[in-house]
């Protein structure tokens, strides 16, 4: 199975204090998502919850062509304000491991995710990473990376 490994960095000119409130929080991921992925957190009791080791999270998504999809991850890893780590248990990728480190910088925050992921299905997967995966996956990261200086400023 061929795994593809991506890696997005970003300076917040924030407190590690509020990168991690707002970060470690299930329900801002879809604050950070395009729209039109229609991205939906679908676990009840979500508004107060922060990441914790075990935490299962659902979700409905439309990665492509409007079709949803119903996703879930375990929050396998977290060390307080330092990172966590997000596990796919079933959804749309054959394997997902997205790590969110977190570093207090001069001036801010360094947020600096690293994923790694599968999609699967042999050549045919590796022809669909090709032409519309890998692409898709960048730029829902790009749109994040756009969302969170609207959100917290520019570094």
Do not use: C
């Amino acid at each position: 199975m061929k795994t593809y490994r991506l890696e997005f960095t970003q300076k917040l000119p924030i407190t590690l204090e509020k990168a991690w409130d707002f970060f470690s929080s299930p329900l801002n991921l879809s604050e950070i998502t395009p729209e039109g992925m229609t991205f939906e957190v679908t676990t009840p009791g979500m508004e107060n919850t922060k990441m914790y080791a075990g935490l299962i999270i659902t979700y409905k998504v439309s990665p492509l062509l409007g079709i949803k999809l119903d996703w879930m991850t375990e929050i396998t890893h977290v060390k307080d304000q330092e990172y966590f780590i997000d596990e796919q248990r079933f959804g749309p990728f054959a394997f997902w491991h997205h790590q969110h480190h977190f570093s207090k910088i001069d001036g801010g925050v360094l947020m600096h995710d690293i994923l790694h992921y599968s999609i699967g299905w042999g050549p045919i997967g590796k022809i669909a990473n090709a032409i519309t995966v890998n692409k898709k996956v960048k730029s829902i990261f790009n749109f994040r990376y756009k969302k969170v200086e609207e959100i917290f400023g520019r570094f």
